[in-house]
């Protein structure tokens, strides 16, 4: 990385060589004013207030655009520069009719309320009932440029102020800088919000062919807000308080990690930014992430424990509720009971359940959300590479040649992560998508492979197949690399492209174009989720892209590699914690004598040697009678697992259930004891993002009532069944520090050096940086391994009583099963309701129209629902989420599961629809 060192005002700063001036400026923290400017854009010169001198030139140049070199000498104020920095400032306010009355009245602080004014100004834009009052960047630019007055009579302008779910549009206070509209386009991709026309008469900002941004597709990340230098887009709920202080967080929903800066007033959130600088996200959110912690407020937390009486759940103490789950624990022991533990927790609090699991329940029928969505990622990989989980970072896709992503609608549940996407594609890259629907993402593909569901196998194969034919292939990596490529290669002979073409539903020509497109691009990167996990042979559609990434040496090398994206912010970390029933913490073979011995003298028992139960095969056992107790800690089966009518049999067959949540789920409501938890702001810890960054996660909010951190009620339970001795932690810090000794990939991690930053693991040792990207000389487990497979169809295909597939994902503004998202009004009053995409050709066969309420039904089940026509599905498909409770989705879906992973077929089941009522 090459630098260039200037000097600023006698200081002297080192900057990347191609930052600008300004870059340099604010490196040293020296304000200058810049109102069209904001990091990420481009700049415009339009506001002319960053002018600075600098020694030789001969004229005052705008730092924003102003590359820095080395040697120079800049001046940013001086009598001349103020002097032009006012004129400025004052054509802009007058031209754009912006309220004065907050920026130069000296009465302002002494008002008795915010509807009188002492100076006889009107209050209904500025002053004190500005929003940003004290934080706007007008204001901050008169003190700094000394400007007392516009000269120029002005008559402000009088418009509606436009309601959006979230934040509100006043226009009267836009001064046109246009950092909304180029934040929307050049650093989001999206393009909603665009001048008008007639913008030099009337200054407004509108979306596209829309009065509102509810109408115009607007994804509500409000990167326009945070953009905004004015009044004039503001967050309704940071317009009562400003923050007494910021604390920096990890984000709660995806696994992107995103870090947060929040702000707290009287202990409430009042401000949430995304952390700019060296962060995943540098500064960008999602919708989620900006506006979903709202939940934390809601009146439904728990907030004191619930025990079963009467068949009714009523409010108890802690100590009541402690000793009835030790008391019937003690009495379930070993093989009859089982535990899910969470990726919604963070790492020391399931390195915790797990320990619990094994040390005092003595049993490995441990496991959590993973097995329903990432399983087969973590079975697939281990195999072919040694290591489960993504093998470069997320700011690297940004860079690489080609992206090839299949299997995941990644605008959708991973926004951040797109953007890196849409960046590559923006500085040249290809980009291959492979999915049923017609997602985002396909607008700006160069190829969009639409596969039937549930064809992913042959989909790869056929691919490997025209890079195999056309020696395409990367034959030193092959060789040096890795093993039992002659099998794999013999077994694409019996590959046929017409057969392939005849199962997926994609034209040769298409598969052709696809493969020589990856293969010949240089740095290829696949990026995948669910939609190719959730399957019967998810196992297999992973090993298919392993074995395509080394044919053509597209491992192990940066803007690479096989990247799964994880739907929660911590599925990565539990499954690091060892919350699987086969493996210890950092995927130590549980059934490995030596592994157990060292666990076992670590914590001082004897531990069991079988290999647990997974999530679906718990409740087939609770159904059969075999499981006769669960422990679930922040999940909610009730909604997420397969064939929900199943699942309530089993769950209503154990004889004691214990829930611990933060909210009353639709499983907590089958408890006999429901123990209330802190969510994520309200608890310090770390997270592991889906490119394996351990991140701090720091305690924002105070528990509301008597709710306890989840790591805090697994040791008092394990104290009060007599193993306090091995659960004598004060801190999460300490239990870390526990995990660095028993787990190789952390053994270099613990909070001290997590102030500073996240640390991707592998991480051995506390002078190892981490690593970034894996398998870079060799694979973890030596050489990378090809697989011999073949297609195979999902266990369920439509028929004639049952003629549609029915496919399953996730919405933008909810996540999993709705237990946060749908305690946000904002997110409620974009999405509150279950709808089922339908082909329009399909809807009009069946006389169904848009809103119709339809039956959907399989062999499992049925749901009543909201029909859209729409051609994102294609014909004989047909899309829900699983979001909400009214309308509980997976009431119809297959538990067929993957024979290595156990992952139910969440992904393809067979449905009928029929219209209900108009």
Not at 204 to 218: E, K
């Amino acid at each position: 990385m090459e630098l260039v060192t200037l000097t600023i005002d006698g200081n002297s700063v080192e900057v990347k060589k191609g930052q600008t001036v300004l870059d340099a400026i604010r490196k040293l923290g020296v304000y200058v004013p810049a109102l069209c400017h904001f990091p990420g854009l481009n700049p415009v010169e339009s506001c002319k207030l960053c002018i600075v001198k600098i020694d030789g030139w001969d004229k005052y140049p705008t730092s924003c655009s102003t590359v820095a070199e080395d040697g120079m000498v800049v001046t940013t104020n001086t009598p001349e520069l103020q002097e032009m920095r006012r004129n400025a400032l004052e054509t802009m306010l007058a031209m754009t009719k912006h309220p004065v009355e907050c920026l130069f009245c000296d009465k302002k602080d002494e008002c008795p309320s915010l509807d009188k004014c002492l100076k006889g100004f009107s209050l209904r834009f500025g002053c004190k009932s500005c929003p940003k009052d004290g934080e706007c960047e007008i204001q901050k630019a008169v003190a700094y440029t000394g400007l007392k007055a516009v000269r120029y009579e002005t008559v402000q302008r009088d418009l509606p102020i436009l309601s959006e779910p979230f934040f509100d549009r006043n226009y009267n206070l836009c001064i046109l800088c246009s950092r909304c509209v180029r934040t929307c386009s050049e650093v989001r991709g999206e393009n909603i919000i665009v001048p008008q026309v007639e913008y030099h008469q009337n200054h407004i900002i509108a979306p596209v062919n829309a009065t509102y941004l509810l109408d115009a597709n607007c994804k509500f990340c409000a990167a326009c807000v945070d953009a905004c230098p004015t009044g004039a887009l503001t967050a309704r709920f940071e317009k009562l308080e400003k923050p007494e202080k910021y604390v920096q967080t990890t984000c709660l929903y995806c696994g992107v990690g995103c870090q947060l800066e929040i702000g707290i007033s009287n202990g409430k959130i009042v401000r949430i930014r995304g952390k700019e600088g060296d962060t995943v996200n540098n500064g960008q959110l999602c919708v989620k992430g900006r506006f979903g912690l709202l939940f934390a407020d809601s009146p439904e937390r728990l907030k004191k424990p619930l025990i079963r009486k009467n068949g009714e759940l009523v409010e108890s103490t802690w100590k009541e509720a402690i000793e009835i789950v030790t008391e019937k624990f003690s009495q379930y022991k070993g093989e009859n009971i089982a535990l899910l533990s969470s990726a919604k927790c963070t790492n020391e609090e399931n390195y915790l359940m797990q320990k619990f699991a094994r040390v005092v329940m003595k049993t490995n029928n441990i496991d959590h959300c993973a097995r329903l969505c990432h399983a087969s990622t973590v079975a697939a990989l281990a195999a072919a590479f040694g290591s489960g989980a993504m093998t470069n970072s997320i700011e690297e896709i940004g860079k690489a040649k080609c992206i090839f992503v299949i299997g995941s609608n990644t605008t959708e549940q991973h926004p951040v992560a797109a953007l890196k996407i849409k960046q590559a594609k923006k500085n040249g890259a290809k980009l291959i998508v492979a999915d049923p629907r017609k997602i985002d993402l396909t607008a700006i593909a160069d190829i969009w492979m639409r596969q039937k569901p549930g064809t992913d196998v042959a989909l790869v194969l056929g691919i490997c197949k025209v890079i195999l034919d056309q020696n395409l292939l990367d034959e030193n990596f092959i060789r040096e690399r890795c093993e039992g490529f002659e099998e794999f290669k013999e077994s694409l002979s019996q590959v046929s492209l017409e057969d392939v073409s005849i199962i997926t539903g994609v034209d040769e020509s298409v598969l052709r174009k696809a493969a020589i497109m990856y293969a010949k691009s240089g740095t290829s990167s696949i990026i995948y989720a669910m939609g190719i996990t959730q399957h019967s042979h998810g196992v297999d559609n992973i090993l298919a892209l392993a074995n395509l990434a080394m044919m053509t040496g597209n491992v192990g090398k940066p803007s690479t590699g096989i990247n799964p994206l994880r739907g929660h912010n911590n599925v990565q970390g539990a499954c690091d914690m060892g919350a699987l029933p086969p493996v210890l913490p950092g995927y130590q073979n549980v059934l490995v004598p030596a592994i157990r011995d060292k666990f076992e003298e670590a914590w001082g028992c004897k531990l069991p040697s079988n290999t647990g139960l997974t999530v679906v095969e718990m409740v087939n056992a609770a159904y059969d009678g075999e499981i006769k107790a669960m422990y679930v800690m922040g999940e909610n089966p009730m909604l997420s697992d397969p064939d929900l009518n199943h699942a309530r049999k089993a769950l209503k067959n154990l004889d004691f259930l214990v829930v611990q949540d933060i909210f009353l789920s639709e499983t907590a409501q089958l408890a006999d004891v429901v123990l209330p938890a802190a969510c994520g702001l309200e608890k310090d810890g770390t997270f592991t993002s889906t490119e394996r960054k351990v991140q701090r996660v720091r305690k924002v909010l105070e528990p509301p009532g008597e709710a306890k951190q989840d790591w805090e009620i697994i040791c008092e339970i394990a104290a009060k069944m007599g193993y306090g001795s091995s659960f004598t932690y004060t801190d999460p810090s300490e239990i870390m520090d526990e995990i660095a000794k028993l787990t190789p990939s952390y053994g270099g991690i613990n909070f001290e050096r997590l102030e500073s930053g996240g640390l991707a693991w592998p991480c051995p040792d506390t002078s190892h940086p981490g690593t970034p990207y894996l398998h870079k000389d060799k694979f973890v487990r030596g050489k990378g391994k090809f697989t011999v497979i073949e297609y195979k169809p999902s266990k369920e295909l439509p028929d004639e009583l049952y003629p549609f597939i029915l496919t399953t994902g996730r919405s933008l503004y909810h996540f999993h099963t709705g237990t946060l998202t749908r305690r946000v009004r904002g997110l409620e009053q974009i999405r509150n309701r279950e709808l089922l995409e339908i082909n329009p050709l399909d809807a009009k066969i069946l006389r169904i129209n848009e809103g119709d309420v339809v039956e959907v039904s399989s062999r499992r089940g049925k749901v009543k629902v909201e029909a859209k026509p729409s051609d994102k599905v294609p014909r004989g498909v047909v899309f829900m989420t699983f979001h909400f409770k009214e309308t509980p989705t997976n009431v119809l879906t297959n538990p067929a599961l993957d024979p290595v992973a156990k992952i139910p077929e969440l992904k393809v089941c067979a449905v009928a629809v029929k219209r209900i009522t108009e």
